[in-house]
């Protein structure tokens, strides 16, 4: 399994940016995904999932209604559109696979991150 | 929401020294937790479920604990390797959430 994220960078208050993981090794379809990012010198936190069938999907209340998760089978490849952007978004955004156990999910691989900073 | 909330956020331990990590949790999760580690310019990795199960590769030098409210990571014998971050996760209920995570330097 190997997950290889891209797409971030510098934007400006108010810009958008679309992220994007490369997904190799297994099948989107196969397991549900999830982007999580990790503010400096922060905890982690789930911004967006979405189910294995892509029929479902979750945002955190702070990204709900600016972000959108979205993917592509064929390319098996996740996207994260972020608009709107603020300077509290500013994180390193990983890509994990997510393992079901019991009611909820692990998050099994990741990838190494890329980093997105808001500032003027 | 619940609240995950790690202790100490910073632990100094030498090699080879027991370490004991711990993760409370604002409501009953059962066993509904894990650990993951994050080394240096690393991604994270899962260490650990089901509160005291190694994942895959984990070494069996980290040892989980606890249900309900209160656990622990211990790491027995600190190797150097072992020196990061590692962070608790509940997958009680939804929205899935973190810890902010203990960082175990070496002193």
């Known amino acids: 399994v190997q997950l290889l994220e891209s797409g971030g960078g510098l934007i400006q208050p108010g810009g958008s940016l679309r992220l994007s993981c490369v997904a190799s090794?297994?099948?989107?379809?196969?397991?549900?995904m999830s982007w999580v990012r990790q503010a400096p010198g922060k905890g982690l936190e789930r911004v967006a999932g979405?189910?294995?069938?892509?029929?479902?999907?979750f945002y955190a209340d702070s990204v709900q209604g600016r972000f959108i998760i979205s993917r592509d089978i064929f390319k098996s490849t996740l996207y994260l559109e972020m608009n709107s952007l603020r300077d509290e978004d500013t994180a390193r955004y990983y890509c994990?696979?997510?393992?079901?156990?019991?009611?909820?999910?692990?998050?099994?691989?990741w990838g190494q991150g890329t980093l997105v900073t808001v500032a003027s | 929401e619940i609240v995950m909330t790690q202790s100490p956020a910073t632990l100094s331990v030498s090699p080879g020294e027991r370490a004991t990590l711990s993760c409370r949790a604002s409501?009953?999760?059962?066993?509904?937790l894990a650990w993951y580690q994050q080394k240096p310019g690393q991604a994270p990795r899962l260490l650990m479920f089901g509160a005291s199960t190694r994942a895959a590769g984990t070494p069996a030098r980290f040892i989980g604990g606890g249900s309900g409210t209160e656990f622990t990571l211990t790491i027995s014998s600190l190797q150097s390797e072992d020196f990061a971050v590692y962070s608790c996760?509940?997958?009680?209920?939804?929205?899935?959430?973190f810890g902010g995570g203990t960082k175990v330097e070496i002193k």
């Open positions: 996760q509940q997958y009680k209920n939804w929205p899935l959430t």
């Open positions: 090794g297994f099948s989107l379809t196969t397991y549900p």
């Open positions: 979405i189910s294995d069938d892509g029929g479902t999907t």
């Open positions: 409501q009953s999760i059962s066993s509904d």
């Open positions: 994990a696979k997510n393992r079901p156990i019991h009611s909820g999910l692990l998050f099994d691989s």
